[in-house]
């Protein structure tokens, strides 16, 4: 009897180990899956913290051109578009902080977050000048009171004094300021553009230089040929003086000569707080 007691105790532990290791194979068969690696997790989010900016981006503009029509009277709707701007700041400056020391993998989703900052200033740009238009007093304004404000430069207009090129290049740096560079037709026709006395004349900051034979701005940069027309160039190359302008055109007269001018620095930044 106890050695039938002992076979069927060692027929069950038997039976149990074959279980157990069948059990075994089994696990080592079906493995467990290994972890991601860390550069990807942070690769992924980051790729999903570019498309919710992405989708703010796009949200952002639609909300914009809504705002364009309805300026006047949708104030509500502004001031949603600026928690929307505030709230995306908030939440890129946050995740930026958290993946300061991410792998070269993860370099070209950077430069896409840089790339949806830049378009980013595009339209709070674009904003200021709708605000402006609307409100010209608004604080937003990037160039100070009585200047004029174009891409990136502010314009200031003496048409109530009379002075030679020399004075009026010196009362322009007093204001931090050079006379005007025009660097593009679109500049000319911006400045042509303005509502000023028919005959007003203003000096610009071109003028001979006699030691390098050529025509300069102040920045001692060469003018390109094509800012003149056909009339103008002739000028240019015929005559040496200081140049002027005159319901947008550009003419040639002697430095001593007194008449108006024009003074221009760089606009400052549009801050995203000042469009509140």
Known sequence: MSDQVTYATLTLQDSAGARNNRNGNNLRKRGHPAPA????QAALGLFILCLMLLIGLVTLGIMFLQMSNEMNSDSEKRNQLQKIIHQQQDNLSQQLDNHRNLPAQEESLKSQISD??????QLAIRLCEELIIHMSDHRCNPCPE???WYQ???YYFITNEEKTWTSSRKHC???NST???IDSVEEKNFLKSRPLPVSSLFWLGLSWDHSGRDWLWE???????SLFNT???AQINGSKGCAYLQKGNIYISRCSAEISWICEKTAALVKIDDLD
Not at 37 to 40: D, F, V, Y
Not at 116 to 121: I, Y
Not at 219 to 225: F, M, N, Q, T
């Open 173 to 175: 740096m007093d204001k």
């Open 146 to 148: 009585t200047w004029q």
């Open 179 to 181: 006379l005007v560079k």
């Open 152 to 154: 990136n430069s502010c």
């Open 37 to 40: 690696p860390a550069w990807r």
């Open 116 to 121: 949806l900052l830049k378009r980013q200033g």
């Open 231 to 233: 009339k103008e160039l």
């Open 219 to 225: 920045d001692g940069s060469i003018p390109s040929p």
